[in-house]
T-cell receptor, first 115, second 115 residues
Framework: GNSVTQMEGPVTLSEEAFLTINCTYT??????LFWYVQYPGEGLQLLLK?????DKGSNKGFEATYRKETTSFHLEKGSVQVSDSAVYFC??????????????FGKGTSLLVTP | NAGVMQNPRHLVRRRGQEARLRCSPM?????VYWYRQLPEEGLKFMVY????????ESGMPKERFSAEFPKEGPSILRIQQVVRGDSAAYFC???????FGVGYTFGSGTRLTVV
């Protein structure tokens, strides 16, 4: 079945450092891919998404490219800020109407950015 | 335009009691999804509902858990005879019709603690 694997944390970076959080997936068909962010004590917020191969999702300086050849959707940011400290979840949407309706989430990667 | 509203934010129950978690979807959203987040784990899909219909409950435990989304009022996730292992954050998400693969909007969650 469809599944998502993302790098384990916690990841600790200094402010202005470059961020990469790896995410790979296993799926049949052509699912949409998402990154969600969860700040402490809050729910998940959609950060960015990509709906087909080679699409690049971007938001708030974060980017991720849907790579079908490597089945990856790595999250990157060129210069992180303290306010980016949160837990980041990679998620896989259903491939088609026969794949169910759930988003499949990775376990999350905790990011701590220090001043 | 209010987002997905969940209440209560925090709920404490003694073992054997019932827990009722409420979710009001965003205006215009008729699809509701419930997810559970156990400590140090990602989100796990529980159930997908439309108004008055359960569409996919493949992630629901077979016993003690039930969900509904009536014609009027919020969606309710009900846990009977709670046990310590039910302690988790429960998140509700909603989406508009025909949102296949687009992504959902999450509420801030209900954190259930069973003592």
């Amino acid at each position: 079945g469809n599944s998502v694997t993302q790098m384990e944390g916690p990841v600790t970076l200094s402010e202005e450092a470059f961020l990469t959080i790896n995410c790979t997936y296993t799926a049949t068909g052509y699912p949409s891919l998402f990154w969600y962010v969860q700040y402490p004590g809050e729910g998940l917020q959609l950060l960015l998404k990509a709906t087909k191969a080679d699409d690049k999702g971007s938001n708030k300086g974060f980017e991720a490219t849907y790579r079908k050849e490597t089945t990856s959707f790595h999250l990157e940011k060129g210069s992180v800020q303290v306010s980016d400290s949160a837990v980041y979840f990679c998620a896989l949407g259903p491939s088609n109407s026969n794949s169910g309706y759930a988003l499949n989430f990775g376990k999350g990667t905790s990011l701590l950015v220090t001043p | 335009n209010a987002g997905v509203m969940q209440n209560p934010r925090h709920l404490v129950r003694r073992r054997g009691q019932e827990a009722r978690l409420r979710c009001s979807p965003m205006k215009g959203h008729s699809h509701v999804y419930w997810y559970r987040q156990l400590p140090e784990e990602g989100l796990k899909f529980m159930v997908y509902l439309q108004k008055e219909n359960i569409i996919d409950e493949s992630g629901m435990p077979k016993e003690r858990f039930s969900a509904e989304f009536p014609k009027e009022g919020p969606s309710i996730l009900r846990i009977q005879q709670v046990v310590r292992g039910d302690s988790a954050a429960y998140f509700c998400a909603s989406s508009p019709p025909s949102s296949f693969g687009v992504g959902y909007t999450f509420g801030s969650g209900t954190r259930l603690t069973v003592v």
